[in-house]
């Protein structure tokens, strides 16, 4: 599955961002998705998934309730909505797939080449 991720940008902290991600090539609704990012000179962090009837959500504890992820199968997009963002969000941003499964944490435990990736999405916070 080919995987585009926008949404991304330069914004202030406390503001709100909307990430999408849209899928193609394979059947949607066959794909868990999920949301990382990586902010330089560290490692790729897990963030959110999504199973892939969209019925359950999982989260890193770290996103203190601030994220929400969400999926749109008739337009093939995945969402993250990001609210009150801090400089330390500041990463570039990746939409992620895996084969369909209801555990919804799987994508947060499997090893990162296990799964699709798309191009990432920059997003940087001011202070």
């Known amino acids: 599955v080919q995987l585009q991720a926008s949404g991304g940008g330069l914004v202030q902290a406390g503001a709100s961002l909307r990430l999408s991600c849209v899928a193609s090539g394979r059947t949607f609704s066959r794909y868990n998705m999920g949301w990382f990012r990586q902010a330089p000179g560290k490692e790729r962090e897990f963030l959110a998934t999504i199973t892939w009837s969209g019925s359950s959500t999982y989260y890193a504890d770290s996103l203190q309730d601030r994220f929400t992820i969400s999926r749109d199968n008739a337009k093939n997009t995945v969402y993250l909505q990001m609210a009150n963002l801090k400089p330390e969000d500041t990463a570039v941003y990746y939409c992620?797939?895996?084969?369909?499964?209801?555990?919804?944490?799987?994508?947060?435990?499997?090893?990162?080449?296990?799964?699709?990736w798309g191009q990432g999405t920059q997003v940087t916070v001011s202070s």
């Open positions: 992620a797939a895996y084969e369909a499964t209801n555990d919804v944490k799987v994508m947060s435990r499997v090893p990162l080449f296990t799964l699709d």
